[in-house]
Structures are given as structure tokens and as C-alpha cells.
């Protein structure tokens, strides 16, 4: 059974930083490629960034602040925040990509505000 735990949320001010978690159990891992999604109140859930082998995927809303990272050694996917606003307030999921239906987990709340 595969379970995906988020963390590393929190309240920051604009401009701040953040780094999320993924801890992945299962053996998917190591061959999966992994995502970060997030979803605003009253929006869907969108995929910000991505990484598969060597390559990676962002959103053009996050691309050049948020920078993707795994260490398949721990099994877990990292999420960089640079300069974040207050648009990047979600939560935030980590998933396969595509994203499976039975490997949502609780996600992880981040708040951009002053």
C-alpha cells in the first residue's frame, strides 16, 4: 500500500520561502515520476512541478521560484518556495504524475500573507 505524507506548510510573509516534504512508503517510488500539486479555495487542483529521472517540469505561474528534488534514497520529493505571493497560497499535494486517485494524502496548508 502506497501512502504519500506531506509537510513543511506553514504561514510566511510575501517574499519569503519555504521547503516542503514528501515521504513516499510503497515501492512506486523509485520509478514513479512524482509532483507537487496544489489547490486554492474554490479552484482544481493543478500540477506545479514535476521530476522524472534527470528532468523536471514546472508551471509557468512558478517557474524560476520553485525548484523540484528527490532523494530516491529516502524516498522523498522536496519542494523548494522562493519569493512566494500570495497567489501560492493552497494546499499542497504530493502525487504521481498523473496524479492516482488512492495516493492523495492530507497535504501540507501554505499561507502567503502579511
Known amino acids: 500500500q502506497v501512502q504519500l505524507v506531506e509537510s513543511g506548510g506553514g504561514l510566511v510573509q510575501p517574499g519569503g520561502s519555504l521547503t516542503l516534504s514528501c515521504a513516499a512508503s510503497?515501492?512506486?517510488?523509485?520509478?514513479?515520476?512524482m509532483g507537487w500539486y496544489r489547490q486554492a479555495p474554490g479552484k482544481q487542483r493543478e500540477l506545479v512541478a514535476g521530476?522524472?529521472?534527470?528532468?523536471?517540469y514546472f508551471a509557468d505561474s512558478v517557474k524560476g521560484r520553485f525548484t523540484i528534488s528527490r532523494d530516491n534514497a529516502k524516498n522523498t520529493v522536496y519542494l523548494q518556495m522562493n519569493s512566494l505571493k500570495p497567489e501560492d497560497t493552497a494546499v499542497y499535494y504530493c502525487?504521481?504524475?498523473?496524479?492516482?486517485?488512492?495516493?492523495w494524502g492530507q497535504g501540507t496548508q501554505v499561507t502567503v500573507s502579511s
Open positions: 502525487n504521481t504524475v498523473p496524479g492516482r486517485e488512492s495516493y
Open positions: 510503497g515501492s512506486i517510488f523509485r520509478l514513479a515520476t
Open positions: 521530476i522524472t529521472g534527470g528532468s523536471t
